[in-house]
């Protein structure tokens, strides 16, 4: 029997906690590496910190939301 596995292209993360220097190197991270494999990562709750940190423009502004609900809404339309 084969089993298919949907695999996300495109994760919705809120973070809630304040992001240090350590966090916003995890997270520059994550995005190179999912980029590689064809992933988008949206992100949600986080939008200030990631500006100040120059962040939100290696991710893309557009892939930034205020709420979980926005981005997985985005998603659904397609509007990302």
């Given at each position: 029997?084969?089993?298919?596995r949907?695999?996300?292209?495109?994760?919705?993360?809120?973070?809630t906690?304040?992001?240090?220097?350590?966090?916003?190197?995890?997270?520059?991270?994550?995005?190179?590496?999912?980029?590689?494999?064809?992933?988008?990562?949206l992100?949600?709750?986080?939008?200030?910190?990631?500006?100040?940190?120059?962040?939100?423009?290696?991710?893309?502004k557009?892939?930034?939301?205020?709420?979980?609900?926005?981005?997985?809404?985005?998603?659904?339309?397609?509007s990302?």
């Amino acid at each position: 029997m084969l089993i298919s596995r949907a695999v996300p292209t495109r994760p919705v993360y809120q973070a809630t906690a304040v992001l240090d220097i350590d966090s916003l190197e995890m997270l520059t991270n994550l995005e190179t590496g999912l980029k590689a494999e064809g992933i988008e990562l949206l992100l949600a709750s986080v939008r200030d910190m990631l500006q100040r940190s120059g962040l939100a423009d290696i991710i893309g502004k557009q892939h930034i939301y205020l709420t979980v609900e926005e981005g997985v809404q985005a998603f659904q339309v397609g509007s990302w």
